[in-house]
């Protein structure tokens, strides 16, 4: 599955962005952590990796304004801690 695929099957998490194709890696991580199912999930390790799923996630939680629902950012610290 290509990364314009994997987008387009899920535009409904993208609804209010022009052209989801266009979006940064960063966007879509945070998108599908946040808002996808753990298929979604799944597939998006598929697709860039967990180490680069994991690498980017660190960087946007290490900013002072983080965007994941605080449960979803507890989750995945203790995922990606153990699994990347």
């Known amino acids: 599955m290509t990364r314009k695929e994997f987008i387009k099957k899920r ?9 989801p194709e266009n979006i940064s890696d960063e966007v879509l991580v945070e ?3 946040n808002y996808g ?12 990796g967990i180490k680069k799923v994991a690498s980017i996630f660190r ?5 002072p304004r983080i965007n994941y ?7 995945f610290k203790l995922y ?5």
Request: net charge positive.
């Open 31 to 33: 998108f599908i952590l």
């Open 11 to 19: 535009k409904v998490l993208f609804w209010y962005i022009k052209n």
């Open 59 to 63: 960087k946007q939680i290490k900013g």
């Open 80 to 84: 990606f801690q153990r699994h990347a």
């Open 37 to 48: 199912n753990w298929d979604d999930v799944m597939k998006l390790f598929k697709l860039l």
């Open 69 to 75: 629902d605080r449960k979803v950012a507890h989750y």
